[in-house]
């Protein structure tokens, strides 16, 4: 690794040695010679007023590890990188260290002088892995299902700046699905009735659900072909891998009576829905389907480096088949449509089974490890997945809750010690959130692992982090995050949780609930007191650093954070004064607990990425009638509610699962929740009596389909509104 380092900076270093780049779908670059390509126009999108004094220049890859160097002074900024992608990681390094800036997909700060500032002393850094994976199998149902090409394209260029170069590509794969199924016998109305709604299409993809949110329109295909179309030949032209879904035998209904001599296993339920059937991949008529999959979407997307595949994904059944020969049934399919493709496969649970990874070749694969941040008994994957390519992964975030934080020790520890042991076989870093756009002090570290020399010092990246997310020197925003530091983002494995405790006022209402979802935490695993710190101290932020958006964005999840912690300290107190009888203590309690909920309302809404309205209007964007825009309305709301029917909301405990605390929600669902809640609870101790039973489901089906329309801009100001939290606190 160190020698490969070596040669990488002496290529940089000297302009003879440049050659042509070799990336995965880029076109390669004249050896040595500037680019006004992707990079530059990416540049042009972020910085249009500087972009100007920046030059890109590809540079060979050698040894097959990424670099990038910069270097220039005032004005004429060079940046050499093996790929656009990497050029962007090497610029944004630059824009950090010598400019206290950054960009961020939540809030960011570009306040920069009109010359940008000389490199001084060259930046340069290799990554210390090949892979850099992005995205959660579940991002495009718990982030934005609905999101068009704007929000896309700067995702990309996000993601890019950060260093990544394998992306998780869903758009588009409906398509793929409905054109292949259609040349195996079934008619367009049969595939578009199995198809869910875009909300609910990942479960889809992962062979855990059908139907649900559809029929999808022709319309709709269409459109998300095309945008899966416009994702994927960006990522190619900044020299990143597009990561698609393989094909491994999910079929729709009745696909063994239509093809005589097929077998297909059936693969019972997940959490209240049907599972679709799995066709046996050791037969012909899986070839045949695999061909024709692999032929169509190449058709919509092009081909690609590496596909995702999961096999019997949470509890799905092999039935009579032997797991070992599926997969390499599976494999040869992939194979024989894609020669050199990596097959990625998530680690999740019991995911992948031993016997896939035992019959695949394992030199071409890549193990997306879901847990190494989440249980304590993940020590030695080498041994676990039988020395298989895996990469070091985090999912810091569950349903899109806005619970803030991460175990940023456990990735310091962890990721560097498991890399350089002796036979690791750690070749990648994963980001893989469950829903993206949120925690980014967690994307700028965790994503700093594959550019880092050695293991990250937590405390001074934690002192330089400020600095470069608000633009300047400021005592009171190194306190604030000290304090983040050694709180929210100071959790580790131990408990056995990876994500932060979720906020109780977005949970069915008890006087003994203590989580959200069904499986978050169950309690804060950190000092609220001590957390309630960082407020204050951000408030006092010098006024000159205020203005970015970064520190709007930090004031509100910090403020939304202590309203939340605030719940789990209430709620035991009103099931004291309920218990004793004590009708006005209760009254006074329970109005405490509402108003803080209003507050909560008032400053969630300041921000547009906290608002329903705008989930809302995204999704009705997508329909061509009234009657489709309310079934995607639907279909997206739902998602974030009861999930599914009664079925999957109450006994598959998937209802909240999807819990956040936006405009909306808060006011919305969760206060008429504990309003019904409180005033049965006030009526049983006026009379004497138990309480009644309250049927939350019905109440909360019946909002998602009729309640209130909220705004999809925001209101207020962030500031006075923090300033009011902490007055309250």
């Known amino acids: 690794m160190h020698i490969a380092r070596r040669t990488i900076l002496g290529a940089l270093a000297g302009s003879a040695a440049l050659g042509a ?50 270097s220039g002074p005032a004005g004429r900024i060079l940046v050499e990188g093996t790929t656009p992608a990497v050029q962007l990681t090497g610029f944004h390094r630059y824009l950090r260290e010598r400019c206290h800036a950054h960009f961020s997909w939540a809030g960011g700060q570009t306040g920069l002088p009109a010359v940008l500032p000389a490199a001084g002393r060259a930046l340069a850094a290799t990554a210390n892995v090949r892979h850099r994976f992005a995205l959660n199998d579940t991002n495009d149902g718990y982030t934005g299902p609905y999101r068009d090409w704007d929000y896309w394209e700067r995702e990309i260029d996000v993601l890019a700046l950060h260093g990544f170069n394998e992306v998780l590509v869903y758009a588009g794969a409906d398509a793929v699905y409905h054109r292949t199924f259609i040349e195996h016998g079934y008619s367009d109305a049969e595939v578009r009735a199995w198809v869910p709604g875009p909300a609910h299409q ?71 829905f049907r599972r679709p059937d799995w ?50 049934a599976v494999e040869k399919a992939l194979r024989t449509a894609r020669p050199g493709a990596i097959w990625a496969v998530l680690g999740w649970q019991n995911n992948p089974r031993r ?151 977005g949970a069915r209402p008890d006087l003994a609930v203590n989580r959200g979802g069904a499986w978050s935490p169950r309690k804060l695993r950190y000092d609220a007191a001590e957390f309630e710190k960082a407020l204050p101290a951000l408030l006092a932020v010098a006024p000159s650093l205020r203005h970015s958006p970064a520190y709007r964005y930090d004031l509100l999840d910090v403020a939304r954070q202590c309203l939340a912690n605030r719940s789990r300290a209430m709620l035991p107190r009103i099931k004291k004064a309920y218990e004793a009888e004590n009708l006005p203590r209760f009254r006074e309690l329970t109005h405490t607990w509402l108003d803080l909920m209003t507050l909560l309302e008032e400053l969630v809404a300041t921000d547009e990425r906290h608002l329903l309205g705008r989930w809302v209007a995204e999704a009705r964007s997508w329909g061509s009638s009234a009657t489709e825009r309310d079934r995607l309305e639907h279909d997206a709301v739902s998602l974030l509610t009861v999930w599914g029917p009664r079925p999957s909301a109450d006994g598959g405990k998937l209802h909240d699962y999807a819990n956040r605390e936006w405009a909306g929600l808060v006011g919305g669902l969760y206060r008429l929740r ?32 009729r309640r209130p329309t909220f705004p999809a801009k925001p209101v207020g100001d962030v500031l006075e509104v923090a300033r009011r939290v902490a007055a309250r606190l």
């Open 279 to 328: 066709l046996d991949p050791r037969t012909p008529h899986f070839a045949r389907v695999a061909r024709t999959f692999y032929r169509v979407q190449k058709e919509l997307h092009g081909a690609t480096g590496m596909y995702k595949m999961d096999l019997l994904h949470e509890g799905g059944t092999p039935g009579p088949v032997p797991v070992g020969d599926a997969a390499r």
């Open 674 to 705: 504990w309003r019904t809640y409180f005033a049965e609870l006030e009526a049983a101790l006026d009379a004497g009596r138990k309480p009644k039973p309250i049927d939350w489901f019905a109440l909360e089906d019946g909002w998602t389909r």
């Open 355 to 505: 016997e896939i990874l035992d019959a695949a070749d394992r030199s071409r694969m890549l193990v997306l490890d879901g847990i190494p941040d989440h249980y304590p008994h993940v020590t030695d994957r080498e041994k676990d997945w039988g020395g298989t390519p895996y990469a070091f992964g985090t999912i810091w975030n569950f349903g899109g809750h806005t619970a803030l934080g991460a175990n940023t020790r456990d990735w310091a520890s962890l990721y560097h010690r498991w890399r350089t042991k002796q036979g690791s076989a750690l070749s990648g870093i994963a980001l893989m959130p469950e829903s993206a756009d949120n925690n980014p002090a967690g994307l700028a570290l965790f994503s700093d692992l594959a550019w880092t020399d050695g293991p990250v010092d937590l405390e001074n990246w934690f002192a330089r982090w400020p600095v470069q997310r608000y633009g300047g020197t400021d005592r009171s925003a190194a306190r604030a995050w000290d304090v983040l530091r050694r709180t929210a983002y100071g959790t580790t494995r131990a408990d056995g949780w990876s994500e932060a405790a979720d906020g109780l006022f």
């Open 21 to 70: 780049v070799e990336a995965v779908g880029a076109a390669p670059a004249a050896a040595g010679t500037p680019t006004g390509g992707a990079a530059a126009a990416a540049l042009a999108r972020l910085l249009p007023r500087h972009h100007h004094q920046v030059t890109f220049r590809t540079v060979p890859r050698r040894g097959g590890a990424d670099a990038f160097r910069v």
């Open 202 to 272: 990942p479960w889809w993809l992962m062979q855990n659900m059908s139907a649900f949110g559809g029929p999808v329109s022709r319309n709709l295909l269409d459109r998300r072909a095309a945008l899966g179309r416009r994702i994927v030949r960006r990522l190619r032209e900044l020299g990143m891998t597009p990561v698609l879904p393989g094909y491994y035998g999910t079929v729709p209904p009745g696909f063994a009576d239509r093809h005589p001599g097929a077998r297909t296993v059936p693969q019972g339920d997940w959490a209240g």
